[in-house]
């Protein structure tokens, strides 16, 4: 491939978010980033370093406490600002290898894209005179870069050791858990909960949530891949679009599936399949849209009725068949749901153990528990499984439940 052209750093704002790099120099420490991030300016000297500090805090117009705190030491800090102007800032930057926090080199206007960055030397490009706007999503986007460096490295050792050791599937349980989260992040006025236990066959299961930029909706998404190479594509793909998703909330669940098969499309081949789920739920009227392809079972327990509704899903589970773009001409489900509610959610693994492969069963299995609290409705699943297979067994495939309770205190908004 022949070199990129030159680009002005005042275009950098239009770029795309670069993909994960795998460069040695790119950072990727286990230090967690939280707000107000710790910062250290490598600059000329101490009056140009002061002018800059006083810049990045000028711009964030009195809110500069809540993002950032002066560190004692480059070594300790989790930002490093670069003044360009600084001569030979490459030799010092280089002399820096031990740094562990973000670089973020700080250019002129009309300054030339600087190669710093396409070499990986540099996390982000800031151009001055400085937004205050732009810092803080800069900041944005470097946690959230943090968080998908942390599951692409946690991804690519589970996938390279399960590879290794095939044999030790509690390897591999374990790995697996290191990708998904523990339990999902407080989500206002509802209760999540999730279990996930490992199973035998290839491929695996992933769950996760966002939050909205602005806060008026949450997305839930649960996937199946049918292989280890698909399961790995599946996270890369969502590294790759998560931050645009979750920008644009007018995007419908049909348009997010396609937009993610479209990622998918070069590595799904004739074998692979993958069973997505992916639903948004509105806090302003607790409608939840959702589009539920392949084998997930959903089942909504309204509160007012004594009656557990089993959801079928809208189509077959994804491929590169070109059938695929019929299989979602029905569109998104829609759930009108109150407070009290519950939803549940079992990949096919759970439907497997707990049912007896059939959806139907689990109904009655709900039944029987349904007044219990997600976390113990999941642990009686659990413990159901590991009574059919035994205590050192894994179940033949992934099971995945999430449980998603509706506050009963909560008033709908006009």
């Known amino acids: 491939m022949g070199k990129p052209q030159k680009k002005d750093a005042a275009d950098a704002t239009n770029e795309q978010i670069p993909s994960v790099s795998q460069d040695s120099h790119r950072v990727g420490s286990s230090r967690e980033l939280t707000f107000p991030l710790g910062f250290a300016i490598l600059s000329a000297n101490e009056s140009r370093s002061m002018h800059l500090t006083d810049e990045l805090l000028a711009c964030l117009e009195g809110r500069s406490s809540e993002y950032l705190r002066k560190s004692e030491s480059i070594e300790s800090c989790d930002v490093l600002f670069i003044d360009s102007s600084l001569e030979h800032w490459h030799a010092q930057l280089k002399a820096q290898q031990d740094f562990k926090g973000y670089r973020v080199l700080v250019v002129a206007e009309k300054c030339e894209w600087p190669e710093a960055y396409d070499e990986g030397w540099v996390d982000e490009v800031l151009v001055r005179p400085i937004r205050g706007i732009e810092l803080v999503l800069r900041f944005e986007r470097m946690l959230e870069k943090r968080k998908w460096l942390e599951i692409a490295a946690a991804n690519q050792v589970l996938k390279s050791l399960v590879d290794e ?32 236990i490992a199973g035998a066959k290839s491929g695996g299961d992933y769950f996760d949530i966002a939050e909205g930029k602005a806060g008026s909706q949450f997305s839930l998404l649960l996937t199946d891949s049918s292989s280890y190479g698909l399961s790995s594509a599946v ?89 695929f773009h019929q299989s979602v001409a029905l569109g998104e489900g829609l759930i009108q749901l109150q407070p009290g509610d519950r939803l549940v959610l079992f990949s096919d693994g759970f439907v497997d153990q707990v049912g007896s492969g059939d959806p139907l069963e689990c109904v009655s299995f709900l039944e029987k528990y349904k007044v219990q609290a997600p976390v113990d409705l999941l642990n009686e699943c659990a413990y159901q499984i590991k009574k059919s297979v035994g205590d050192d067994d894994l179940p033949p495939q992934d099971c995945t439940g999430i449980v998603l309770d509706v506050d009963s205190r909560l008033i709908r908004l006009a």
């Not at 799904?268 to 392809?293: A, C, H, I, P, W």
């Open 165 to 196: 050791f095939k044999n030790d599937l509690q390897i591999s349980e374990r790995l697996q858990k290191g990708v998904l989260p523990l339990r999902f992040p407080d989500v206002k006025g509802f209760k999540i909960a999730s279990r996930y």
């Open 235 to 323: 996270v890369s793909t969502l590294m790759k679009i998560a931050m645009h998703l979750s920008s644009d909330e007018s995007r419908s669940c049909t348009e997010t599936v396609r937009k993610i098969r479209s990622e998918l499309i070069s590595v799904l081949g004739t074998k692979n399949s993958l069973s997505l789920f992916y639903g948004v739920m509105s806090r302003k009227d607790y409608l939840f849209k959702y589009l539920n392809l392949g084998s997930t079972a959903v089942f909504h327990l309204p509160k007012a009725t004594a009656e557990i509704r089993y959801l079928k899903p809208q189509g077959e589970a994804m491929t590169e068949s070109p059938k």
